[in-house]
């Protein structure tokens, strides 16, 4: 039984004839093109950014509990540094190095670590 493969519009072609991305991160945005998939660098970009919003979910959390403990504390120096971390979360997924980026290299690269923490695509 042959095992094919679907593209993101549904194109089908048989796994053993096709040049497949080693890379399964952005499989979701796979595009065939004769016998060749290649990733689409926009679908990529909309996976990018979900894996930021999911990522950055857990991270948000934890600062609303610093930011509250910092007003139960009056620390204003905690609750600027946490209302800081916040912005910088809420920013990551309009970050000018994904919009910018031309390859899926790039687009990795564009993983903002110092904000993000640990990337997926290292």
Do not use: C
Not at 1 to 16: F, L, P, R, V
Not at 70 to 90: C, G, H, I, M, Q
């Amino acid at each position: 039984m042959a095992t094919n493969i679907a593209d993101k519009d549904g194109n089908m072609i048989e796994a053993s004839s096709a040049t497949i991305p080693s890379d399964r991160h952005f499989r979701n945005a796979w595009s065939l093109n004769g016998s060749v998939i290649t990733e689409d660098l926009t679908a990529s970009k909309v996976i990018f950014k979900d894996k930021i919003r999911e990522v950055r979910k857990e991270l948000l959390e934890a600062q609303d509990v610093a930011y509250m403990k910092a007003l139960e504390a009056d620390d204003s120096t905690a609750k600027t540094a946490s209302v800081n971390a916040k912005t910088a979360l809420r920013n990551a997924p309009a970050s000018s190095a994904i919009t910018n980026a031309s390859s899926i290299s790039a687009l990795k690269s564009a993983w903002d670590t110092s904000v993000l923490g640990t990337s997926p695509y290292a």
